[in-house]
C-alpha cells in the first residue's frame, strides 16, 4: 500500500517507538486515557469544544489515517474519538513500516476545524440503558462479574446486554452470522472503559452494522451508581 496523498497521519504507538521512526509528519496522539462523563447536554457540548482545540492546535483535518502495530485498542479508542468529532478516519493496521522512517516531530499549523459530534456513532449511559440490543465485549469472567479492575467497586454488566468477547471480532469472517446481527442493524457496544468497545466498533462498521459505542461502559456506569446485574 502506498501512503494516502492528502492524509494527515496520526502515531498512536507509545512515544518511544514514535520518536525511533514514524510516518512523515505523523503527528503523535494517544487518547486511550482519558475518562469522561458523558450524560449531560453540557457534558458533550464541552467534549465537543475540547475536540476542537485538540483538532486545531494539531492541525487535524480530514482525512485522518492512524496507525499503529496492528488492530489495538489504543488505536481504535484514538480514532473514535477523532471520528466523533466529525473527521474522516481511516486505520492502517499493517503495511506503513517502511515509511516510518522520519525522526523529526513535526510543528502543524492551527486549522479552523471545528467539531462536530457524530451523535449516531455514541451512546450516553442513558441510551445504553434503554438500547435493545447491547453487546458487552469484555471477557466472559468480567461478563459475569467474577473479576473487574481495582478502579471499580465491583462487577457486573449493564442489564440485558449480552456478552461477545473481542476475540469474536479479531476473525471478522462470518461474525455477523455469529452474532445474529444484519447489515443496517443498529447495535451498541461497550466494555470497561470504552476501548475494547472502539475496536468491535469499528469492525462492525466495516461490515455495515450501525454500530454505536458507549464510550463511558461499566467505568462510568459503576461512578454513576446505576443498577448491574448479576
Known sequence: MELPKDAVFVDTRPRPAYEAGHLPGAR???L???RLRLREEAELKALEAGLTELFQSLGLRSPVVLYDEGLTSRLCRTAFFLG???LEVELWTEGWEPYATEKEEPKPERTEVVARLRRDWLLTADEAAR???????RSPEEYQGKV????CPRGGRIPGSK???????????GLLERLGLKPGEEVGV???SGARSAVAFFVLRSLGVKARNYLGSMHEWLQEGLPTEP
Open 84 to 86: 466523533l468529532g466529525g
Open 28 to 30: 503523535h496522539l494517544d
Open 148 to 151: 473487574h479492575p481495582p478502579c
Open 163 to 173: 456478552n461477545a468477547p473481542l476475540d469474536l471480532f479479531l476473525s471478522p469472517e
Open 131 to 137: 438500547h435493545p440490543l447491547l453487546l458487552d465485549v
Open 32 to 34: 486511550s486515557a482519558p
Open 190 to 192: 461497550y466494555c470497561h
